[in-house]
Nanobody, 121 residues
Framework: DVQLVESGGGSVQAGGSLRLSCAAS????????MGWFRQAPGKEREWVAA???????SYADSVKGRFTISKDNAKNTLYLKMNSLKPEDTAIYYC????????????????WGQGTQVTVS
C-alpha cells in the first residue's frame, strides 16, 4: 500500500516561511506524480501545486511565485517550500500521489496523506 506522511507544518507570522515534507513509501516513488492540496476551515479543498514524474511543475495562481514544489527521489520525499506566507494560506495541507498528473491536480488522486496544519497570523 502507498503511504504518505506529511510533516513540517506549524505557526508562522505573515511574511514568514515554512517547508512541508511528504514522506512516501510502498511504491516506486520516482514514477509517480505528486501534488499538494489545502483545506481551510469552512472551505473546499484547494489544489496548490503538482509535479510530474519528470520534475515538471504547476502551481495555483494564488501561490505562484511564493511556493515551490520539489521532490527528492533518493529520499522518497516531496517538499513544498512556502515563502511570503499570508493569513489566507492558513489551512491543513495534504500531499497526494497518483500515476496520472491530472489526478494530482483535479483532486482525484489515489493516495493521500493525513495532513499537516499551517497557521499564518
Amino acid at each position: 500500500d502507498v503511504q504518505l506522511v506529511e510533516s513540517g507544518g506549524g505557526s508562522v507570522q505573515a511574511g514568514g516561511s515554512l517547508r512541508l515534507s511528504c514522506a512516501a513509501s510502498g511504491y516506486t516513488y520516482s514514477s509517480y506524480c505528486m501534488g499538494w492540496f489545502r483545506q481551510a476551515p469552512g472551505k473546499e479543498r484547494e489544489w496548490v501545486a503538482a509535479t510530474d514524474s519528470s520534475g515538471g511543475t504547476s502551481y495555483a495562481d494564488s501561490v505562484k511565485g511564493r511556493f515551490t514544489i520539489s521532490k527528492d527521489n533518493a529520499k522518497n520525499t516531496l517538499y513544498l517550500k512556502m515563502n511570503s506566507l499570508k493569513p489566507e494560506d492558513t489551512a491543513i495541507y495534504y500531499c497526494a500521489s497518483d500515476h496520472w498528473f491530472k489526478n494530482v491536480v483535479d483532486g482525484t488522486a489515489r493516495s493521500w496523506g493525513q495532513g499537516t496544519q499551517v497557521t499564518v497570523s
